[in-house]
């Protein structure tokens, strides 16, 4: 029989930096440049055969909604779900499905949007693999400590200074889950915890002292999706990589400037939409002005000029236009 490669998604933070959006979904299914964050997580497996693929989602607080998102937009995906009702931590999340912790692993966050080639793993290395980008300002992150050969030797989470600039962007390989778990039973039974909680550095770091021999790789591009200004950003970055549509939307009486995505099920009328707008689906856009914003799936804007903006699913937003009888040298500022 092939061998399999598990998929561990751990998401049942309650995403309290994107409220109130997180408040009626979960945070892998808010938005961005034209489907949920999920949906860019799943995309980055592109290279990997489905059927190689057994996914492993770790969920809480609306896990009903991702249960549903994956029906309706990836059937052919073999889907486990764990619920995690406590927030102790990455560790525990993994305790919790350690039943599902069997040969090979990949395990990435949920909010961990990078551009890398999968394909490699179809071949199930021997090695573990840490993903890694160098980084300005190491102390907001967990970092990796190399050997004089280039190999892991342990990781430090949200160091004090700044002697170790590769970033663990959230995505690891392991060649037998069993170790994993091992790892982390042995981390929870021993309560190793950093800062109050279940760290998954802390359970890595048990491993390398066993002999675990982990690479890591490199990614250039990595995305974050966990705030406003954040989710922004990886709006305005998607567009400009691919997700961008504005040849392919015939909208007469508006004026596009690219990049920008409108879903076909969407309805937008006498605007200026764009630069760095995602629209979609079932949104009504009348008499609008879009700069920098996300509208999520049926959202309603008219009679407004909007920048640097995230509209819920379903929200409206109308604004009312101004008649004006001024006089000469006035100065106005609505």
Known sequence: MEKKLTVVIPMAGLGTRLRPHTWSKPKPLVSVAGKAVLGHVLDMFSDLPPEQLELVFIVGYLGEQVTAYLQENHPHLKASFVEQTERKGQSHALYLAQEHLAGPILMIFVDTIMETDFGFLQNLPEEAVAWVKPVEDPRRFGVVVPDENGYVQRLIEKPDDDRYNLAVVGCYYFPEGRDLAAAVNEQIANDIQ????????????????????????????????????????????????????????????????????????????????????????????????????????????????????????HAQVQGRPHRLNIGDHTQITL
């Not at 802390?202 to 982990?214: E, S, V």
């Not at 970055?237 to 990049?259: A, F, K, M, V, W």
């Open 194 to 313: 950093t800062k109050g909680e279940y760290y998954l550095a802390d359970a890595i770091n048990i491993m390398l002292q066993k002999g675990l021999k982990m690479r890591t790789v490199e990614v250039g591009t990595w995305l974050d999706a966990g705030t406003p200004d954040a989710l922004l950003a990886t709006n305005r970055y998607l567009l400009e990589s691919g997700r961008d549509n504005s040849t392919e939307s015939l909208h007469p009486g508006i004026t596009l400037i690219p990049p920008v995505y409108i879903h076909p099920e969407a309805e937008v009328e006498f605007s200026v939409i764009g630069p760095y707008v995602s629209i979609g689906k079932d949104c009504r856009v009348s008499r609008a002005v879009l700069h920098d914003v996300v509208l999520d799936d049926g959202a309603q804007v008219s009679d407004i000029v909007l920048r640097d903006s995230l509209i819920g699913r």
